[in-house]
């Protein structure tokens, strides 16, 4: 019995939440390999989940589109139209992915008012 407390002990020690949060963006990495996707894009889809498992303030992640434009438009005047195009295409994601999040939290902080008001 003592065996099984310290086993139970372990687990709940070496399996937190961060080290959950890594493995899934590590499997979605390997998922994106699985199934052909190009690395690049396979990196950025990860980088997503692992946006939405570790949220970061808005304000922040507002300037993940503009670094993707800015690369994009770099890319044009290098004269590489394929990896500006997918670079473009990463910007749009990173929108969507802001407008979630904006969407979210408006939604959160709505349901927070209710909760306060009806005390």
């Given at each position: 019995m003592k065996n099984l407390s310290e086993l139970?002990?372990?687990?709940?020690?070496?399996?937190?939440?961060?080290?959950i949060n890594y493995a899934i963006v590590f499997f979605s990495f390997?998922?994106?390999?699985?199934?052909?996707?190009?690395?690049?894009?396979?990196?950025?889809l990860s980088g997503f989940i692992w946006l939405i498992l570790n949220p970061v303030p808005?304000?922040?992640?507002a300037y993940l589109?503009?670094?993707f434009i800015a690369i994009s438009l770099a890319l044009m005047v290098?004269?590489?139209k394929v990896?500006?195009?997918?670079?473009a295409?990463?910007?749009?994601?990173?929108?969507?992915?802001l407008a979630a999040y904006v969407i979210n939290s408006y939604f959160k902080?709505?349901?927070?008012?209710?909760?306060?008001?009806?005390?």
């Open positions: 139970k002990k372990y687990i709940k020690q070496y399996l937190n939440r961060r080290i390997i998922l994106g390999m699985y199934l052909n996707i190009p690395v690049t894009t396979s990196i950025v808005i304000k922040k992640l589109p503009l670094i290098l004269r590489r990896a500006s195009e997918e670079f295409i990463y910007a749009f994601y990173a929108l969507v992915l902080k709505s349901t927070v008012n209710a909760n306060q008001n009806d005390k």
